[in-house]
Each structure stands twice: as structure tokens, then as C-alpha cells.
């Protein structure tokens, strides 16, 4: 791809993905994945508010206790809480910092490429990894993705440069970005799979007696299993928790899954090549996989594509319910696409690209015009849910005016946080379904003064029962068209 000047390239790229992820930036939290993005804000605030104890994270819906919730190491809130300290309190650090990472991990990964590949194949990498729409939007989303991206690609950059250069300060780094992606999101223990590849080759089977890579995997899971030990207790000592452990019954360890042909059809061709990849890029990444490997170290890109797949087969629920979820794959992938463009579109001799296949030529350039138009309307359909009109706004606007900070309130948000979070109060998130007299007066006895929530989300004619009756039994202070709020308890 590269014409004279290459750095100023990657520069170009990198400012122009920065522009892509500045759109709403100051946007409060809200739209695709809300309830995701209102959990990591309310422990940024809670920091912020609560005292800085990374080790005691707190969300909004643990009710009358602090909150306390089994989870990953968050580390990520914890850096928007110091901004908070620094600028404010405002959503857009969270987003600034996210947008932050997204952006040494397109370098990260360029530096990557470039070293294992080429100039021109790193910098198509960078360029498709930058535009591709779900990238976009969680790159500048209030969730630790960004982070633990950037962690995995520098850990892997690290251990490659010790590979080849054999200097233990490498080494070293690599494993303290590995522990982080790992502290971030615990499947990430995938990545020993291309990791285990690079050291194989470079030991054989004497692997298992360095000290080095002994030194290196205890600097990686010392951190981890003390971590999670800890946000373990959490839990068991009255907090809440994300289900991080739950093995066969929520994100993983639902192997049964794996014979339904709709779980491959729905995470590998809705959701990898028609959301995170889009069709052409799925396409120019299949045709990148049957490209001659030119050395056995691009090899680490088959074993790292291979090692998320592992991850999506072992953590299929969350892989099926949450796209997300697949943004790793993302990063091997792209690299595919981008050996592609780089032997076969290459700008500095288009006639000569032009000459050899004309077809080739022609369905290359088509998929290259196609990627950041489908690109495009996907990540403004996404946006569209970021609409300061919405009923959300206006009813945690309502629930600040009306309500006292310390009281309690429970949500029908079909457990969103998000209601909790933006409204800037304590209590319980539950389903509608859930809202029968007997529930409502259990959280009454335990100290919740209001209840709220968007009527969408009674949808079920057991549901619309329910708050017929909430309406006809308690003090109503708000009933607007689409939100109500109701006083459960009278002072």
C-alpha cells in the first residue's frame, strides 16, 4: 500500500481512525450495549466517590449492600476515576480513554505485521482494522475492550521481538501486558496457544526447563489467581457478581451448544462476517488464509486465529449472546485481508496489479469500496440508539428531580444497570416479569422507596398485569407515555 513516506502512512491512518472514534464522544452513556458500558461507568464513579481501593470494586444494583462485585480486575474504571479527579466526572473520559488504547493497538498491531510480513501488508492491516464497524464503535464505548486489545497485541509484539532478539527485557514486558489482558478478561489465557508456537520453536521441547519462560508464565497467572481469589470472596462475603464462575449455565462450558448448527451460523457468519468483518472482509480473510506463508513465523497469526476460535467453543453462551465477545478474532483476521491487498492491490503499481488479472484486480477494489461503505451504515445504525430525545434521558432526568439521593430504587430495565447508573442512584435492576406484588413488597421491606421504568419493557401480557397494578396500588408521580415512576413507600 505504500506509496513514498510510510510512516506518514500509519500516521494518516491513525489520525483518521481517531476522527472515526470522536463521533458522540461527550455522548452520556447509552444505546447498543448500554447495560454493558452504565456497569464499568458506575465503578469509574464509585472510585471516584467511594474512596480509590482498586481492590473493592462496587456496581449501583447491589440493593442495601456496598456493592461489592465479583469481576474482573478493573483497572480499566479505575484509570477513568482519575480523570474524573483530574477533569470531572464525564462520561467522555471513559470514552477519550478507550479511544486511547484503540489506537496503540492499531499501531501495535502495524509494528507486528510489518516485523512478521511486510510494510504494505501491516498498514492494509491497520488501515481495515480502523474502519471495520463494530471496531469503531467499542473502541470509543465505555468498556474495557480497548484495553485489553492493546494489552494482547503488545504482548505478543514483546514475545516476538524476544523471539527473535532474545534480550529478556522483552520478555518481560510482554508478560506484564499479558498479565493485564488477562487481569482484563480471563479467557484471554488463549493467547499461550501462539505464545507456546514462538517458544516451541525456539526451544523444542526443552521449553519446560527454561528459567526464563517459568519466570515469564508466574509473572502472568501469580497476578491472576490472586486476583480472582480475591474478587471470589467478594461474592461469597455478601457482594454481587458478573458470573464470571458460572461454568455451564451462563458464558461458558455450554458445550451442548456446539452441536446446533444455528450457534456456528449465528457466531460465525452473523456475527464475525456480516457485523465484525463485513461480508467482503470475510470473504478477502478466507482468500488471506490460503496464501503461501513466505516464513514460519507468520504462522503465530494461524495459531493466534486458531486460539480465539478455541476461546468462542469454550465460551460459546457468551460468544452467542454477546458479538463482542469476538473482537479478538478480529485482530488475526484483518491481517489476512491485508496480505491480500498487499499482493494484489498494490497502490504504487495499480496498472501492473491492473494487468495481471483484471477480474482478481476488479473484485479486490470492489470489496475495498464496499468494506468502508457497509461500514458505514452499520455504525450509524448503532448510533442511532444514541439519541438524546429518548425516553431514558428523560426519565433519569425525572428520577434525579424527584427522588433523594440515599433512597433506593428498584428498575424495570430487564436488569439494565443503565437506569441506575445515569439517574445516579442505588438499588436493584429486574424484569417485569419479575414485578409481582409479593416481589415489590419484599424490596419495599428492605428499603426501596421508588420504583420506575420504561413501559417497553412490559411486553408480555403477564408483564402489562403487573404494572396495571403498580399503577392502580401505589402513589404514581410520574405516568408519561412511555416511563412511570411510582412512590412504593410513603415517609
Known sequence: MILKNRNRVISYILLFALLLRLFHITFPVSGWHSWRQSDTAAIAGNFYENGYNILYPQVDWGGTTPGYVESEFQIYPFIISL????????????????????????????????KIISENAALWSAFIYSIIPLNIYYSRAIMPESAMLMCSVFGIYYFYKWFKEDRNKFLFISAVFISFAVLLKLPC???????????YRKYKIKLFTSDSLWFYFLIIIIPSCLWYYHAHQLFLNGGVTFSIWNFGEDKWGTFSLLAKPDFYNTVIFKSIAERHLLY???????????????????????????????????????????????????????????????KYFQLDRLADSFNLN??????????????????????????????????????????????????????ASNNSPVYLYLSHR???TVSAEQLDSAFIC??????????????????????????????????????EKDYFIVKLNSP
Open 83 to 114: 480523570f474524573y479527579a483530574l477533569f470531572g466526572v464525564n462520561d467522555m473520559w471513559g470514552r477519550i480513554l478507550s479511544v486511547i488504547f484503540s489506537l496503540f493497538t492499531i499501531y501495535g498491531l502495524y509494528l507486528l505485521v510489518r
Open 189 to 199: 489465557l488463549y493467547l499461550g496457544l501462539p505464545l507456546f508456537y514462538l517458544s
Open 280 to 342: 467482503p472482509g470475510f470473504i478477502l480473510m478466507i482468500w488471506g488464509l490460503f496464501l503461501k506463508r513466505n516464513n514460519a513465523d507468520e504462522h503465530l497469526f494461524d495459531y493466534w486465529l486458531l486460539s480465539v476460535f478455541f476461546f468462542i467453543l469454550l465460551v460459546s453462551q457468551g460468544n452467542l449472546m454477546q458479538e463482542y465477545y469476538q473482537l479478538p478474532i478480529v485482530l488475526p483476521a484483518v491481517v489476512y485481508i491485508g496480505k491480500v491487498f498487499a
Open 358 to 411: 483484471k477480474f482478481r484486480f476488479i473484485f479486490i477494489a470492489l470489496c475495498l469500496i464496499l468494506i468502508p461503505i457497509l461500514s458505514y451504515l452499520r455504525y450509524s445504525n448503532f448510533m442511532k440508539a444514541e439519541n438524546c430525545d429518548s425516553a431514558l434521558f428523560r426519565l433519569t432526568s425525572d428520577i434525579r428531580t424527584l427522588t433523594n439521593e440515599p433512597d433506593l430504587l428498584v428498575t
Open 426 to 428: 442505588k438499588g436493584w
Open 442 to 479: 419484599q424490596k419495599g421491606n428492605e428499603g426501596a422507596k421508588w420504583l420506575a421504568g420504561e413501559k417497553s419493557e412490559f411486553n408480555s401480557s403477564v408483564s402489562v398485569k403487573y404494572l396495571e397494578y403498580i399503577l392502580r396500588k401505589y402513589k404514581v408521580i410520574k405516568n
